[in-house]
């Protein structure tokens, strides 16, 4: 009888999935779109962003106002018997949506969902016009005021258009159509589950079936009862439940019906993954997944693409993290903002422990709107995203002082106000966000500084995350470790963990000698593995996450690449640098080994200088191969073998061999000294002033690191590197105009008297690189006149170049001549009969050169 009442329920059950129930479908397609103010009618196709290219274009600031999206939408007839909304995955950053020309809602925020009902605005049987209009124009009361990213304009998200029967669970409001799914007591026997809904448009008529199954799809729990009220919460119990970890990201599934009960028609239907696990994080255990310890460590994320802004498809994210977990994560920070609802599902499905948090970032407006508007988006966050098993951490704040901080010349009246004005808002946003959820962790990102804790900010959440840069924007990477332990020691109720780290790195810049600031991918490889050590080693450290996963798009960026925040793992498009397979190395168990060095296949060295090979291996020792000849082996310390092998000229075969792991890598050697000797085919390209070599991606090109002169070969008499401050080892961050080679020119020798080539008789072309670093520097030269004296500003940086004795530039004022900061190319023909000694002599200021190209005519 039990059986017969089951089949009965569950033929019933799979008959009303089958009738009409929810329709969800797109609506990204054929749009009209033009900004305020332009005649220009572009038709694009949603997600979309205006700011994809501008953002990236020198001597521009990036569009941010106003953009107009229009289309038409058919409605059919039968329509008028539904409830119709659309929803918004996510627009930046206020929406207002008009249906036949009138309002139908408006949101503020540009990283959370909203819906708005447009029901009565529609007319059944016709055309409905559709106008939205969205704004990313800074708002002093809305978050986030300014960061580090670029706060790209647009409909960026997908677009629904949602229709469900006159009665329907709740999708208009903070929740975005979401119903909770709560599991407040979970152990590896028990676990409780409470659903919490609300049905719209209730009445006395409506039936409420629900369904969970296990990960295999098998029916664990059910419930079939008639509504009585509009809010409902039902409590269901898992027994022996399957426990969802990184390891084993398990996912139960729930669905609920609600049926007329008079007719038996599905008036709307529901469906959401949930997982079962508790977690802990602990002062000096660390962080308790189901009661066993767990390392966190991962990435941060940011959620723009090459040429897309921040308008990428599903794909795209789903691409990312399967790359974040391949790499051997467990953890991602979703900084600064929650990204799109797929992100959440995608961690749940991959087995990623998340940190997702709200932009208020930098800075706090000191006013009723903006506290409102933070509160409001932590709130939306929480009800929109509870059911992901993944999300651990609601964070709220991140380094929400670093302005007050670095502002010189604020009072400090001004400065107490607006520490004020930040731990009031902390908390609220910590007040609201236990209101809404007790069992999950709260958390704020800090910078290094001692504000945090005397302000008694970081006191407020549960787990404080520190954005570190030691060895980068503060000297040491040893002194990572001291600071840990000193916080540590201080407040040691307190659960820390790295938010940030990492320096910025170019996969065109290669040296065996990387320094601070160089921006190579060899420093930002030794600064990540002195991170690990120092964090690891540290079992109260709850772990940390990579700044960033991918490079991404900061229009206030002057880096090696201007306009891109380079510290990722991997480049702007998703290409690998090193760091990515040195962590895949470190983090996971399938016999693994990488030969570091894709972009350093080039190896240009002195006749008896060694070649450098590092290899990454999760093995206790590598074997490497040279051109098929064995017997090289190496140890494996810090999950890297060095090798260091005296290699011939000319192209070689290497490969390396690691438990049941292969990998392969030509390498050609060139001795510098006979370089002179191969100008007939090659020129000489350096890159004068830097120890690192460049390779310019447009032409091939690899701009050599410098050297000194010495006999029977090239390079500098006098001088020095220049360094634009004592922190940075390495010329000067800012860009540089008019070239695409940026990092040749953000590189120099200053001071120096000549540049030797000693080359035979011939006709030969010499290009010398040059800007002028310093943005005060004067643009005019001023004369006395009637007189042949020159009198110079302190500021002014003026030069002869003489080229084998013969003057080529005389009184040369780059500020002057050609504007602070812009990529100047200087050519020669020379005809010589031995040698070619170019000389700088000053007349103010120190000489400066950035770049050599020597080619033979």
């Known amino acids: 009888m039990k059986l017969l009442k089951y089949l009965a329920f569950l033929l019933f059950f799979i008959a009303t999935k089958t009738e009409a129930q929810r329709l969800v479908k797109t609506i990204n397609s054929g749009w009209e779109f033009h900004l305020e103010n332009s005649e220009e009618i572009k038709k694009i196709n949603i997600p979309h962003t205006w700011n994809a290219k501008d953002a990236f274009i020198d001597n521009k600031e990036y569009f941010r106002g106003t953009g107009i999206y229009e289309k038409q939408l058919v409605v059919p007839d039968h329509w008028n018997k539904k409830a119709v909304f659309i929803r918004f995955e996510g627009a930046n950053q206020k929406t207002s949506l008009f249906i036949n020309d009138k309002l139908a809602g408006t949101h503020i925020g540009g990283y959370t969902a909203f819906v708005f009902e447009i029901t009565k605005f529609l007319n059944a049987g016709s055309a409905n016009s559709i106008r939205i209009e969205v704004d990313n124009s800074h708002n002093p009361d809305i978050p986030p005021l300014e960061a580090d990213f670029n706060f790209y304009g647009g409909i960026y998200r997908d677009l629904e258009l949602i229709i469900t029967g006159k009665s329907h669970f709740q999708l208009e409001g903070e929740a975005a159509g979401n119903l909770l799914i709560k599991t407040p007591e979970v152990n590896k026997e028990n676990a409780k589950v409470v659903f919490n809904g609300q049905v719209a448009n209730f009445n006395q008529n409506l039936d409420l079936k629900i369904q969970i199954t296990d990960p295999s799809g098998n029916k664990v729990s059910a419930y079939d009862k008639t509504l009585t009220t509009e809010e409902f919460s039902i409590d269901f119990s898992i027994e022996n439940p399957e426990l969802w970890s990184p390891d084993h990201p398990e996912l139960y599934t729930l669905e609920a019906n609600l049926i007329d009960s ?156 607006k520490i004020k004005t930040s731990v009031a808002l902390a908390k609220k946003l910590e007040a609201e966000t236990k209101k809404l959820d007790t069992s999950r962790l709260s958390v704020m990102a800090l910078h290094e500084n001692d504000l945090y804790n005397t ?24 002194n990572l470790g001291k600071f840990l332990d000193e916080q540590h020691k201080k407040y040691p109720e307190r659960p820390i963990l790295i938010s940030e780290y990492g320096p910025g790195s170019d996969s065109r810049i290669q040296t065996n000698d990387p320094k601070p600031w160089d921006y190579s991918e060899a420093y930002q490889l030794k600064s990540h593995v002195s991170y690990l050590n120092q964090v690891i080693e540290r079992d109260y450290m709850l772990g940390m996450a990579a700044w960033n996963f991918a490079d991404f798009g900061s229009s206030g960026r002057q880096d090696s690449r201007p306009y891109i925040n380079q510290k990722g793992l991997v480049n702007f498009n998703r290409e690998p640098k090193d760091v990515y397979y040195y962590y895949k190395a470190r983090l996971t168990d399938k016999d693994f080994v990488y030969i570091a060095g894709k972009n350093f296949e080039h190896r240009f060295i002195k006749k008896d200088q060694p070649v450098l090979i590092k290899v990454f291996s999760n093995a206790e020792q590598v074997e490497l191969t040279i051109n098929d000849t064995p017997g090289k082996t190496s140890g494996v310390i810090d999950n890297i073998a060095t090798f260091s092998l005296n290699l011939p000229e000319g192209k070689h075969l290497i490969k390396a061999v690691s438990g049941d792991a292969t990998f392969q890598r030509h390498i050609e050697v060139r001795f510098r000294v006979n370089l002179i000797k191969d100008l007939n085919k090659n020129p000489i390209t350096i890159n004068v002033g830097s120890h690192s070599d460049f390779i310019d991606e447009e032409t091939g090109e690899i701009w050599i690191a410098d050297q000194a002169f010495s006999e029977n070969n090239f390079g500098y008499m006098g001088g020095e590197t220049f360094q634009q401050s004592e922190n940075k080892f390495q010329g000067t961050a800012a860009n540089i105009k008019l070239t695409a080679k940026e990092p040749v020119y953000q590189t120099m020798r200053q001071g120096l008297n000549s540049y030797n080539f000693e080359v035979p008789e011939g006709t030969y072309r010499v290009s010398l690189l040059m800007t002028e670093p310093n943005r005060a520097a004067s643009t005019n030269n001023i004369y006395n006149l009637g007189s042949d004296q020159k009198n110079f500003s302190e500021e002014t940086r003026v030069f002869d170049i003489l080229i084998n004795e013969q003057m080529v530039e005389n009184d040369l004022n780059l500020a002057a001549d050609y504007g602070v900061l812009q990529a100047v190319e200087l050519n020669y023909e020379i005809v010589t009969e031995e040698n070619i000694k170019i000389e700088f002599r000053s007349k103010s200021g120190k000489t400066i050169l950035s770049g050599i190209r020597l080619e033979k005519l």
Request: proline share 4%; glycine share 8%; net charge negative.
């Open 262 to 417: 008079a007719s038996g028609e599905t008036l709307d239907s529901y469906s959401s993954k949930f997982g079962c696990r508790w977690f802990k994080a602990d002062p000096e255990k660390g962080f308790l997944l189901n009661g066993k310890p767990i390392k966190l460590i991962g990435a941060n994320r940011h959620q723009d693409f090459e040429n897309m802004g921040n308008a990428v498809p599903n794909a795209i994210h789903r691409k990312d993290y399967q790359m974040i977990k391949d790499m051997g994560a467990n953890f991602i920070r979703t900084a600064h903002y929650p990204q799109d609802p797929e992100v959440y599902r995608i961690c749940d499905e991959l087995g990623l422990l998340v940190w997702t948090e709200v932009p208020v970032i930098n800075d706090v407006t000191d006013s009723e709107a903006y506290h409102q508007n933070a509160i409001d988006m932590q709130r939306e966050q929480i009800l929109q995203l509870y059911n992901h098993p993944s999300i651990v951490f609601w964070g709220y704040m991140n380094e929400i002082f670093i302005r007050l901080v670095f502002t010189g010349d604020m009072s400090e009246v001004d400065k107490n106000a």
């Open 455 to 478: 302000s008694g900010i970081a006191d407020i959440p549960d787990v404080i995350g520190w954005n570190l840069y030691f060895g980068w924007y503060t000297m040491g990477l040893e």
